[in-house]
């Protein structure tokens, strides 16, 4: 079993920056990267950024120019640094770990609020 743990959401205003964080503790060699997702109220779960252990990024289109991705392999840690935060980012944001073959692991999400 793998817990993935989020923090660093929180209520900033359009243009400002913000950096999430996810632990992962438990059995991480199952697991072959980390990402970020979100889901904003009313609106279906979407991908924002992924690494692989060999520091491969992807990132959506709204995420390309302002949010960054990185990994700590040996803190087993994944961040999520966002700059020029819009109003349409507001969502909660959730660490992902995916296993090969098997269903991913989910953290319990960090709420963003971006205000105009």
């Known amino acids: 079993q793998v817990q993935l743990v989020e923090s660093g959401g929180g209520l900033v205003q359009a243009g400002g920056s913000l950096k999430l964080s996810c632990v992962a503790s438990g059995s991480t060699s199952s697991i072959y990267g980390m990402g970020w997702y979100r889901q904003a109220p009313g609106k279906q779960r979407e991908l924002v950024a992924t690494?692989?252990?060999?520091?491969?990024?992807n990132y959506a289109d709204s995420a390309k120019g302002r949010f960054t991705i990185s990994m700590d392999n040996a803190k087993n840690t994944v961040y999520l640094e966002m700059n020029s935060l819009k109003p349409e980012d507001t969502a909660v944001y959730y660490c992902?770990?995916?296993?090969?073959?098997?269903?991913?692991?989910w953290g319990q999400g960090t709420q963003v609020t971006v205000s105009s």
């Open positions: 992902h770990g995916p296993r090969y073959y098997l269903s991913a692991y």
């Open positions: 690494i692989s252990r060999s520091g491969i990024t």
